[in-house]
């Protein structure tokens, strides 16, 4: 059978397609697992407290006297499980380790293949053997084809599966799937409050009273530590293991691998973990509320069925062997008719049953124990739409016109493969007009849906919930109160002056789940020694060097059985001495939050007093860029699965992120598994999946120093884009051309050419290299080659990677500048505004979705009428916000800042917030899978995807303008077009428009007609009305020292501001009255005083900068009327009024939050996963639910058992809303049953103004506008 083994090693990608042996029996586990010990060799370091029964660093999970006692009787009752080798396929899947079949025993004891006794399932009898399949490893450096060992299988057939044992918990407000809604998996429901009785045997039903009052929750013991966000999140959810697990179950999305990864903190950022990683997260969790909880592990038996949903593959014995092969399980598939486990050997067929190692939790609450498992989870899957049809692309005909033009390469040895000339305008002229194309499609058929219902994907629903591990479905198990060292991915890391990395003089072995979140530095003292720092703890010191460049040596052991293809891998970046680098090491997918995370904690560093060049900065600052490429990376792998039909499991990225000459990434290390999803997936569509995920990721290196530091980088991809512009051409070399080749090369770098020399010697007959003529393509200060290097001993092997000058895997920046941490710690850059509804606050104004503290005051107006007949000053706080210096102090700005830049969202370019966005990705994804859908990829096909590579980083670059104006602060993302000017798309509920003009200067246009101008540098100019009514700004001083100086609106009025030394506002005049500022040593606007003969002044307090605590208003001076408590992450946890009665507030990451007032009363709200309000219980237990489409417009409110339904048209303006009567209600005048009331508007096409309305009683209302939108008559 065939087995295509991918690996991307960042730039380098080697996708290899190896013939082996099938299977259905997999591997994995910590049998066999070899765990590296901490070095013995000169200054190494013992890392962060290896060795059996650990505590995770910073959050013990057991006493130091248990994990003792671990130490002396450490058993991994692993070794009995047969291994379970991988071939290729996953991603977006989630380990169901719960649900299967109640009351089927599993067999009786039997000898298993290697001699062992084992408890084993029965099976069905043999049938045929099936077609082989396609497989694809990505990432990684080598094969292991050994088939999964068998077990030993009784002749009883598996019965029909019975209902699974839930738990009797009701599925929580916000929570209930809508029919109908597949992408809306969450809209309504009653609220989770305590099990009625108890009993595990009962597993009785939950309460569905609604919780209307509570009080402040106290814990009964002094929790073990914990990373603070996790502590937050504890307490957010109320010391409730209920509320617990529905919060691991609904928000943490599953990846199909073995082993600890991520830990608490890293499952928690990413919002997506394996089988151990949530269980973690979930005891840590239970044991942050005081709740008993531990590990239990063991065999547990799912249905194919179940299996399949969880990964999102067809139900196939081979699709799901391989799957979880590649995720590093041991397990067995059985299937119907057959006897013991399925192989490829048998014909392939749907599997019945799935035995799999898992992790699950025990935990006890009132005296009973309960067995549960949250990332046992189902889904609803969408499918994609078809891309081609949408955009109207064809194979033949963009190939046609991507090589018009082209030629072979004069001045090369006969019979040496060569293309010069590729048509770059054809191919950016065709992928803008596919990609108008597919946005007109989308807005024409699917203008309210969600990425996932255009693009598919995965959503969890409710069918999982609650479900605990049956009676009959696991042979035996082990209870840990803490998991083994080896259960846990581990990486080691050396540092040597050799280029093998031999004879290091540092050494220190770092756990997965430990470091997932922190950063890890390397950097080097006054003496040339390097130090390795975690979180700014020196782990490990070398010994001085005298050499230039070291080498850094890491590592990665996984507990997968030994021998299998992902459990042990070591790359070898070189750095430069005296540089600083953030060493990136990663298990698992990586989420945003981690790339938020760096960039607070630089900013937060920085405004410490922390230099830029120090390592609290300048670390944290590299860290967010290696961030931003392995969570781009990661998304862009989750958007293309389901275009390409596949499933992709990360296991591990190991790299570099440094500040050399300029700042750079360099991966050689990603380790990642592509499979098919489906049996009919072919070798060649497998291969080009393979190949484009080597090119968009190679265009993602480059992309990210760009985005980040506005520099401009150099990859493979973008080289390739260069020297085809500069008329280089390319050319394919072999062993037996390579000697000849090379008088013909020029420009390239002696050391790459005997690179590429000594990789064609190493497989004379099957290695080749797509390069460029000339090896010196320049780039502002960057100048070197690139090239392919590609491995293909037979038709279904197939490897390349992808390399820069210098042997770099990665993308480097091409100017000499030394990394700038406020670029990285922009804190737009990883915000996106996704519409215009206000998020829900509190009375005395808190943000109940953030947890931030707001405060706008007016402080001076002039003018009885609002803008632009009147000017109004208006002064807002975010608490938020208080690590960035706004021109009142950190936290603050004023109505009158307003300001747009143009930075990157790659996030929303990967779909966040709705499919339209996504256009760029989706194309470019489509076209390079399909050009590469080859076994045997010519040179210029890969020439041309290299070109749609390259296109796609040019749209992801730049790609968003954010524009605040007053209070309002909107996001549009720009998207190609066919006669290539660019369409910005504006946030949902807004149908403004935006350009960017030739000089930089922008010009938004609100849908009423208004029109706000920016100059270049961002700052606003003039806002003008439809009648011509103009608001104009006038600015002292240039760069970063100018200011704003007045306002006026051309009708006398005018606001002037003044400054203090460091650039605050110190007043502000409107000619006759003046309102002023005052601040203290550290930024922070401490007092206002308004415009009154004798001035009423209002003062501000803070615990730390920019983090206001109390005010304290004029009335009433030395007593606050308003005092703030914070949690461990800033959030505000409590609000105390003049009076001493405090109210109390918990948020739960985004997904549900409460407000506890002084009498008890409860207030909870629930969140959908971008945000929006799905539904608000009242303390008078009032439920108001409500639902959105795809791009964020709220669609319908139900308010206490009324419906309202609300329509929009394509600038979003409300066509309808139709209010259904409630259930049984009848017309007071006749009796019969009500109908629904429905009221329509229509727009005036230019400025978005009413024409008609149609009330419910069918009464219309008509209006008219003059040519600039002024009411002119209304007729009724």
């Known amino acids: 059978m065939k087995h295509l083994n991918a690996i991307a090693v960042a730039c380098v990608l080697l996708a290899n397609v190896v013939a082996g042996p099938s299977w259905g029996q997999m591997s994995g586990g910590p049998s066999g697992s070899s765990m590296p010990a901490p070095s013995s060799g000169a200054n190494s370091s013992p890392g962060i407290a290896p060795g059996p029964g650990r505590a995770l660093l910073n959050m013990p999970l057991v006493s130091p006297d248990v994990a003792k006692g671990y130490f002396a009787a450490r058993t991994v009752p692993k070794s009995d499980v047969p291994p379970l080798v991988g071939e290729a396929h996953e991603l977006d899947a989630r380990v169901l380790a719960a649900k299967v079949i109640v009351g089927q025993p599993l067999p009786t004891t039997a000898t298993s293949e290697f001699g062992r006794p084992r408890a084993d399932f029965a099976l069905p009898t043999e049938e045929a053997a099936a077609p082989e399949r396609p497989q694809v490893r990505h990432h990684f450096l080598r094969n292991n084809n050994k088939p999964l060992s068998k077990r030993t299988m009784n002749d009883s057939a598996p019965t029909m599966e019975q209902p699974a044992t839930k738990l009797g918990l009701a599925v929580p407000v ?14 309504t429901g009653m609220a989770v409050s305590k099990l009625a009785s108890a009993g595990k045997a009962a597993l009785s039903k939950v309460s569905n009273a609604i919780i209307t009052s509570a009080s402040a929750q106290t814990l009964s013991c002094t929790p073990p530590a914990a990373d603070p966000e996790i502590v937050a999140l504890a307490r957010a959810l109320q010391y409730n293991w209920q509320l617990i697990y529905g919060y691991v179950y609904y928000s943490i999305d599953y990846s199909p691998t073995w082993g600890s990864k991520k830990g608490p903190l890293g499952t928690y950022l990413d919002r997506r973990g394996n089988n151990v990683d949530q269980n973690v997260l979930f005891v840590t969790l239970l044991r942050q509320s005081c709740i008993t909880a531990n590990f239990r592990y063991g065999a547990v038996t799912y249905t194919g069925d179940e299996i399949a949903n969880l990964v999102g593959a067809q139900n196939d014995a081979q699709t799901l062997s391989n799957i979880l092969g590649n995720g590093g399980f041991t397990g067995c598939i059985l299937v119907a008719g057959g006897s013991g486990c399925w192989t490829s050997a048998k014909a392939s067929a749907a599997a019945g049953f799935v035995l799999l190692d898992a992790v699950w939790t025990e935990l006890t609450v009132g005296g009973t124990t309960y067995e549960l498992d949250p990332s046992l989870k189902s889904h609803a899957v969408l499918s994609p739409i078809n891309l081609a049809t949408a955009m109207g692309y064809t194979q033949s005909a963009f190939l046609s016109s991507a090589l018009s033009g082209s030629t072979s390469v004069s001045g090369v040895p006969s019979g040496v493969n060569s293309i010069q000339g590729v048509n770059r305008a054809n191919i950016t002229n065709l992928l803008n007009t596919y990609s108008q194309n597919l946005r007109t499609y989308i807005q024409t058929n699917l203008a309210s849906g969600t990425t996932k219902q255009v693009l598919g994907g995965k959503n969890i629903t409710n069918g999982n919930y609650g479900v605990v591990i ?6 035996s198990s082990t209870l840990y109160t803490s998991l083994p060292s080896s259960f846990s991915t581990v990486f080691t890391v050396t540092v040597s002056d050799n280029a093998d990395g031999s004879n290091p003089t540092l050494s ?21 020694q390097p130090v390795l720092t975690f979180n700014g703890t020196v782990l490990a010191t070398g010994a001085a060097t005298a050499a230039t460049t070291q080498t850094v040596s890491m590592t990665m ?4 059985a030994a021998g299998d293809s992902y459990a042990t891998a070591t790359v070898r970046p070189t750095v430069k001495v005296g540089g600083t680098y953030a060493v990136m090491l990663m298990a698992g997918e990586m989420g945003r939050d981690q790339l938020t995370r760096h960039q607070t904690a630089a900013r937060q560093n920085q405004q410490a007093g922390n230099s830029a060049g120090s390592e609290p900065v300048l670390g944290e600052s590299l860290a967010a860029i290696g961030a931003a490429y392995l969570s781009q990376a990661s998304r862009a792998m989750e958007l293309s699965d389901p275009l390409f039909n596949t499933v992709s499991t990360l296991h591990v990225a190991m790299g570099i992120a440094g500040q050399s000459t300029g700042p750079y990434v360099d991966f050689p290390g990603q380790y990642a598994a592509i499979s098919a999803a489906a049996p009919g997936v072919t070798t060649q569509a497998m291969i080009g999946s393979t190949v484009a995920q080597a090119t968009y990721q190679s265009s993602l290196e480059s992309t990210v120093v760009t985005q980040l530091q506005n520099n401009p980088s150099v990859s493979t991809i973008r080289i390739f884009d260069l020297a085809n512009t500069a008329g280089t051409g390319f050319v394919e070399a072999n062993a037996s051309n390579w000697t000849a080749l090379q008088s013909s090369l020029t420009g390239w770098a002696s050391g790459d050419l005997t690179s590429i020399g000594n990789f064609l010697a190493a497989d004379p007959v099957n290695n080749k290299v797509i390069m460029p003529r000339n090896g010196s393509t320049a780039l502002n200060q960057w100048h070197g080659g690139a090239w392919y290097s590609i ?15 210098g042997n770099y895997a990665g993308g480097f920046a091409s100017e000499e500048e030394e990394l700038d941490p406020a670029l990285v ?25 953030t947890g931030d503290y707001t405060y706008d005051h007016q402080d001076i107006s002039v003018g009885s009428a609002a803008a632009p007949f009147g000017l109004t000053l208006t002064r807002s706080y975010n608490s938020g916000l ?7 102090g950190y936290g603050w700005s004023h109505s009158f800042a307003g300001k747009v830049f143009i930075d990157s969202d790659s996030y929303e370019g990967f779909g966040d917030h709705g499919p339209l966005n996504a256009v760029p990705s989706a194309v470019a994804f489509a076209v390079i899978q399909d050009v590469m859908n080859a076994a045997n990829t010519p040179i210029s096909n890969l020439t041309v995807g290299s070109l749609v590579a390259s296109w796609l980083m040019d749209s992801l670059v730049n790609n968003a303008v954010t524009v605040g104006v007053g209070a309002q602060t909107q996001k549009f993302l720009k998207l190609p077009s066919s006669n290539g000017v660019a369409f910005y798309n504006p946030p949902a509920l807004d149908g403004s428009s935006l350009a960017v003009n030739a000089d930089g200067s922008i010009m938004l246009t609100k849908k009423d007609g208004t029109v706000h101008r920016f100059a270049a540098d961002g700052t606003i100019t003039t806002s003008t009305d439809s009648n011509g009514n103009t ?17 006026s609106n051309g009708m006398g009025r005018t606001l002037t501001f003044s400054y203090n030394g460091s650039g605050q506002v110190s007043s502000v005049s409107d000619g006759t009255r003046s309102v002023s500022y005052a601040y203290d040593g550290s930024s922070n606007l401490i007092s206002y005083s308004d415009s009154s003969a004798t001035p009423a002044v209002t003062t501000y307090a803070y615990d730390q900068p920019g983090r206001m605590t109390q005010m304290f208003n004029p009335s009433f001076p030395t007593t606050a009327s308003m005092t703030n408590a914070y949690n461990s992450i800033g959030q505000v946890q409590s609000q105390t009024d003049a009076l001493g009665n405090v109210w109390t507030y918990l948020f739960a990451d985004g997904t549900r939050s409460q407000e506890i007032d002084p009498a008890g009363g409860l207030h909870t709200l629930y969140y959908d996963k971008v945000g929006n309000e799905i539904q608000d219980v009242s303390p008078f237990g009032v439920i108001k639910a409500m639902t959105y489409d795809g791009v964020g417009r709220q669609t319908s409110v139900t308010n206490n058992g009324q419906l309202k339904v609300t329509a929009y048209d394509g600038k979003s303006n409300v066509v309808s809303k139709t209010s259904y009567p409630i259930a049984g209600v009848s017309d007071t005048w006749t009796g019969a049953a009500a109908n629904p009331i429905v009221e329509s508007w229509t727009y005036d096409p230019t400025f978005s103004k009413v024409l008609t309305h149609t009330d419910g009683l069918g009464n219309v209302t008509t209006n008219s506008y003059d040519s600039v939108g002024n009411l002119t008559k209304t007729v009724q």
């Open 508 to 528: 220190t072995t770092l756990y997965a789940d430990q470091i997932a979140g922190k950063r890890v530095t390397l950097t080097y003292n006054g003496s040339s």
């Open 825 to 849: 710690e922009d804190d737009e850059l990883p915000e996106t505004v996704g519409n215009l509804l206000p998020n829900p606050v509190s009375f005395e104004p808190i943000d109940l979705l």
């Open 882 to 888: 208080s690590a960035t210096k706004g021109p009142m």
């Open 470 to 475: 049956p009676a009959g479905t696991v042979s």
């Open 791 to 805: 491995s293909a001993p037979s038709s279904s092997s197939y490897t390349i990677g992808a390399l820069i000058h």
């Open 557 to 560: 052991s996984n507990p997968y």
């Open 1031 to 1047: 608001l104009t700004y006038t600015y002292t001083g240039t760069g970063s020292s100018k200011l704003l100086q007045t306002v």
């Open 174 to 187: 916000g929570q209930t799937t809508v029919p109908g809604a597949a992408d809306s998996a969450i809209t």
